[in-house]
């Protein structure tokens, strides 16, 4: 699974990056972790307001922080 | 000798009096608006009216609207204005949003309206918005031809919820705690009960407390009271509870998190209150001002549990960000204005900001433009040439400049929309905020509201229809 973080390096992309982690650790699935800081990069995504989860480049949530159960059912949805 | 210690007395008069009267009953609720509004208001809510299809008279005051409502930190400001830039409604309402949210944010706000008065705060939030909006327009109509090169992103843009009922109730009740707390008007500062408690000991301390950090109405310092230095000392010990309380909340509310959460409310009632040493002891009188606050501060603990346990959670924990991001650097700041302050002597603010000229104004926003204090570190320097005697102009027009043209906001913008269009919205900031200390500065003089009010209006009219015509021309003309 490849999981990417979009966000500038905030304290709230950090976090996100975080709970993801503990979220794919909880259901032992294997992922590889990006953290993308690149505006321009992070502008290519069809999201305006950060942070932003991308999962196998489908954009699941952005501009708000998801709750740890949310990120569980899309990761087990994949 | 003596210099460095009268300068150090300077710089704790400045922190002590900041801390006991400014902070509590304007900026710990103000704090937590700004974790309401980060965690609580999806961004998607706002952001939805700024798509490439917004009609101008959605898109620039929603960009007006983002500024002042999602924008309370700086890495938010950088994707928001690159989204609504490259995909969304453009250069000109982009710039809007750039240019209204340091000046709006419920932080600078709020502390500009305790620390220089409430007609600054109205000043700066009615002026950054028109000329807001106006610099936003004119960028979209000089850069209008590299403008029409954009992503075609609307998806972006597309649903999302928007702002729930209870959200909007909750910050509600937060926004008439930080206005009950601090507004001056009668209904609420009116004594309603008056209480002498006998206690010897409180004038020693405040005749030492006067010595300590002295009374001086001139310059502008408060002294620091008995009720002062309790406020400290809760403060000190929020900051205790807080560290682990609200810092760690995402992972599950504690008893500390209580701790924290109780003191605070403790410390914001006792806030309220109005306590006095005469020559017995202190006497203690509850205004409407007192039960204002605490009626609130009930009201919030039913309306916060109707949300679900993690909107809360973030509520705190974006709050407690805040704190631990803009805090330490204000208390730094507000230090080293009181000793800086000292060696500032009023004549020469006074030569060469003290009438209303367009000279002083430039001079307002060049000292703007050069030196870079981190987020509302500009509110406390503000108040310091105001109490050496500068005109409420030119100071409008350095509350207008310094925030919206750091080195790094200038950079950042650079980044995005390349060194030209950059430069161009740094000569622009820089007349327009000449302008706004000009109009307030002629306001404050004594020329009639209406006057102003008319000079104003016109301006904006004059400005507008222009822009209008030209953008008609241009569209009318596009092979030009």
């Known amino acids: ?78 | 000798m003596d210099i460095v210690l009268t300068a150090l007395q300077s710089g704790i008069a400045s922190l002590s009096s900041y801390l006991a009267a400014h902070v509590l009953l304007c900026l710990v609720p103000a704090f937590f608006i700004a974790g309401a509004l980060s965690a609580l208001v999806p961004q998607q809510s706002i952001v939805r009216f700024l798509g490439p299809a917004a009609p101008k008279w959605v898109a620039y005051p929603a960009a007006a609207g983002a500024g002042s409502l999602l924008a309370v930190c700086s890495c938010t400001v950088q994707p928001l204005f690159a989204g609504i830039y490259s995909k969304g409604a453009g250069l000109g309402p982009a710039i809007t949003f750039m240019f209204f949210a340091p000046a709006a944010n419920i932080l600078a706000l709020s502390y500009t309206g305790v620390a220089l008065g409430a007609d600054f705060a109205i000043a700066r939030l009615v002026l950054s918005l028109v000329f807001g909006i106006g610099i936003g327009m004119i960028m979209a109509l000089i850069f209008h031809r590299s403008d029409t090169v954009r992503l075609d992103n609307a998806a972006a843009f597309e649903g999302g919820e928007g702002i729930s009922r209870q959200t909007l109730i909750f910050l509600g009740a937060l926004i008439v705690l930080l206005v009950g707390g601090t507004l001056k008007l009668d209904f609420l500062t009116t004594p309603l009960l008056s209480v002498e408690l006998p206690w010897a000991a409180a004038v020693a301390i405040q005749n030492a407390l006067n010595v300590l950090v002295p009374i001086d109405l001139i310059k502008g310092d408060e002294g620091l009271s008995v009720q002062g230095v309790i406020l400290i000392g809760m403060l000190g010990l929020i900051a205790l509870t807080a560290w682990r309380g609200l810092g760690k909340v995402d992972d599950g509310f504690t008893r500390l998190t209580f701790v924290s959460l109780g003191l605070i409310a403790a410390t914001l009632i006792f806030a309220a209150l109005g306590i006095v040493t005469n020559d017995t002891g202190l006497v203690v009188t509850l205004s409407g001002r007192t039960l204002v606050v605490a009626a609130m501060l009930a009201s919030l603990w039913p309306l916060s549990s109707r949300f679900e346990v993690w909107d809360i959670q973030q509520w705190l924990w974006e709050t407690w960000r805040f704190v631990k991001m803009i805090f330490p650097l204000l208390i730094v700041g507000v230090f080293a204005v009181g000793v800086i302050r000292m060696f500032i002597r009023p004549e020469w603010v006074q030569a060469i900001a003290g009438s209303n000229s367009v000279l002083a104004n430039m001079a307002g926003v060049v000292f703007g433009v050069f030196m870079y204090f981190p987020t509302l570190v500009e509110v406390p320097i503000a108040k310091m040439f105001l109490s050496l005697g500068m005109h409420p102009g030119p100071l409008i027009a350095y509350l207008m400049a310094d925030p919206e043209l750091s080195l790094q906001s200038i950079l950042i913008t650079s980044a995005i929309i390349g060194k030209l269009k950059a430069w161009t919205y740094v000569g622009l900031v820089a007349v327009f905020s000449t302008l706004a200390g000009l109009t307030y500065g002629a306001w404050t003089d004594g020329t009639s509201i209406s006057t102003v009010a008319l000079g104003f209006v016109a301006f904006i009219a004059v400005l507008f229809g222009a822009l209008h015509y030209m953008d008609k021309r241009q569209h009318a003309a596009p092979a030009l």
């Not at chain 1, 650790?25 to 990069?41: L, P, Q, R, S």
């Open chain 1, 1 to 78: 699974m490849d999981i990417k973080i979009l966000g500038s390096g905030c304290a709230k992309c950090k976090r996100l990056e975080q709970l993801t982690k503990e979220a794919v650790d909880a259901i032992g699935v294997e992922a590889t972790f990006d953290h993308v800081t690149d505006i321009n990069k992070i502008m290519a995504y069809p999201i305006v307001a950060t942070p932003a989860l991308v999962i196998n480049e489908d954009v699941k949530v952005a501009g708000r922080m998801p709750s740890k159960e949310e990120i569980t059912a899309w990761l087990k949805a994949v």
